[in-house]
């Protein structure tokens, strides 16, 4: 997994602000927290019961 967090050089706040100006800083449409952890869990596999899928079951259990 990379590394997140940068010394001495992005001073903004991330938790405890409003998402929204957070975004609006910088720059981005995810926050890269999130997007570190949904890119984890993708490509580590953990996906049952975190995506759902729904439909008949026969073809949930076909996808499977």
């Known amino acids: ?3 997140v967090r ?3 050089g992005n001073k ?3 938790f405890g602000c409003d ?7 910088s720059g981005q449409e995810v ?3 999130l997007r570190c952890c949904s890119e984890f869990v ?3 596999g953990i996906v049952d019961g975190i995506y759902r899928l729904s439909g ?3 073809n949930i259990q076909k996808l499977r």
Do not use: A, I, Q
């Open 1 to 3: 997994m990379r590394r």
């Open 6 to 8: 940068r010394r001495g």
């Open 12 to 14: 903004e706040k991330v």
């Open 19 to 25: 998402l929204l100006e957070h975004l609006n800083t």
């Open 31 to 33: 926050p890269l927290v």
């Open 42 to 44: 993708e490509h580590h």
């Open 56 to 58: 008949v079951s026969s």
